[in-house]
Structures are given as structure tokens and as C-alpha cells.
């Protein structure tokens, strides 16, 4: 049986780190996607403010499996 994955990008940040920015690409992605097998980051970034970082950001490209009907 073959199947398929489809990628998609999504953007994601958190005011604590890169490591939770990712934690919530994959979090909010899986509110609508179900089988969520792989995460890619492709870029990282940070808002800065009076010389510290304010915004930890990510883009993120996540795979999954799409389902066929049976």
C-alpha cells in the first residue's frame, strides 16, 4: 500500500522560546489535521524590544498523511 504526504507552512511564536514556538506550530496545526508525522524548521526570528527579545518566531513546515477513502 503506497500513500501520500502532503506539507503545508505554518507560523508560529511564543513569548519564552523557539523551542515552545514549534510546540505551538504542531499544537495549533493539529486542531484541524490529524496525523501530524513530521516537523521542519525552516527559519528563525525574534522580535526585539529595549534590547532584549520580546517574541521568539518560527516558520515551520509540517507533513502529514493524507487519508484515502475506502
Do not use: H, P
Amino acid at each position: 500500500m503506497s500513500s501520500v504526504v502532503k506539507v503545508i507552512e505554518v507560523i508560529a511564536q511564543s513569548d519564552k522560546g523557539f523551542d515552545d514556538a514549534v510546540r505551538n506550530a504542531v499544537k495549533e496545526a493539529a486542531k484541524t489535521i490529524t496525523g501530524i508525522r513530521s516537523v521542519w524548521v525552516e527559519n528563525f526570528s525574534a522580535k526585539v524590544e529595549d534590547d532584549r527579545i520580546t517574541t521568539y518566531r518560527v516558520n515551520c513546515k509540517l507533513s502529514f498523511v493524507l487519508k484515502g477513502k475506502k
